[in-house]
């Protein structure tokens, strides 16, 4: 049997077990995903733990993310930029971290609203640890441009600056959004407001959309934000936070196997787990 798991602090209540035991079901590999409790001051045990038991790969969510890059042997390109690992490889021994959240976000917003993102205007809102995830992704796409905006602006200014300027990433003041959104063809929220149990709240007033636009959500609970809905009533096109959650446990599914991930047996897998 092929071991692979996540770790995490909390990690009980992570859907990834459901989805990738599912994807190995369906592929008929014989590999077995289980969750870890992992608290801060035994990561680096859990990853000695990782070598010496033979894991072939791993996923790491919070608060591990940014620490566990120290314990590797080789990050990404994409995580470096990322500034966060979620994905781990075990290459014959050699530990390799990847970051397959924002490319499983680009994934998504392509296949499931938007597959051409070349020359299009996006918009991020918040400038944290979910922001910084999808910034590299999304410039890959070769956007005319990607403008940042946070409530605290001075986060907003440094995070764009961290990337070099050929990316195209810059910020736009949150006191400007009215007018960078009327003209934006994609509005990404990455802030926490919406979240359950805050589900009433708009990062944005919704009003400020280009109806045609795609207004995108990475919060997944509740599955339609305050957010979404209000685009969808202004005829926007919406994209939820589900399928980033579906594609980064595909690309680690292809990553550590090499075969194609069964993307929909997957997402029907955590749905259905929702309830
Ligand atoms: P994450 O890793 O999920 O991005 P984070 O680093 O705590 O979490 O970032 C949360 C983001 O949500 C930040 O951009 C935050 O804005 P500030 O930097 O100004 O705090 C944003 N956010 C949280 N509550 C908000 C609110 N009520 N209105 C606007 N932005 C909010």
Not at 234 to 254: D, P, T
């Amino acid at each position: 049997t092929l071991l692979y798991g996540v770790i995490g602090d909390p990690v009980r209540h992570s859907k990834s077990p459901i989805m990738l035991n599912e994807a190995f079901r369906v592929t008929r590999i014989n590999g077995a995903y289980a969750a870890f409790h992992v608290v801060p001051g035994s990561l680096e045990q859990a990853i000695a733990g990782v070598r010496g038991l033979g894991f072939r790969g791993l996923n790491v969510t919070i608060p591990h993310k940014i620490e566990v890059m120290r314990y590797l042997d080789e990050v990404s390109e994409g995580a470096r930029a990322a500034g966060a690992v979620n994905t781990i490889v075990n290459d014959n021994g050699r530990l390799i971290g990847y970051n397959t959240d924002g490319i499983g976000y680009v994934r998504s917003l392509k296949e499931e609203v938007e597959p051409e993102l070349a020359g299009k205007t996006i918009v991020v809102l918040g400038a944290g640890g979910a922001a910084r995830g999808i910034l590299w992704a999304l410039a890959q796409e070769n956007p005319a441009r990607i403008l940042v905006a946070n409530r605290t602006e001075a986060k907003a200014a440094e995070l764009a600056a961290s990337f070099p300027p050929e990316l195209r990433i810059s910020a736009a003041s949150w006191s400007s959004l009215r007018d960078v959104c009327s003209s934006a063809d994609v509005v990404v929220n990455t802030t926490s407001v919406g979240m359950f149990p805050n589900v009433d709240e708009t990062p944005i007033d919704p009003e400020w959309l280009k109806p045609g636009s795609v207004a995108s959500d990475l919060i997944y609970n509740p599955l339609k934000t305050a957010f979404l809905q209000e685009a969808e009533k202004r005829g926007c096109r919406i994209h939820g936070g589900l399928g980033m959650f579906i594609y980064q446990g595909a690309y680690a599914f292809e990553y550590w196997t090499g075969q194609a991930a069964p993307v929909d047996e997957m997402r029907e897998a955590v749905l259905e787990s929702l309830g």
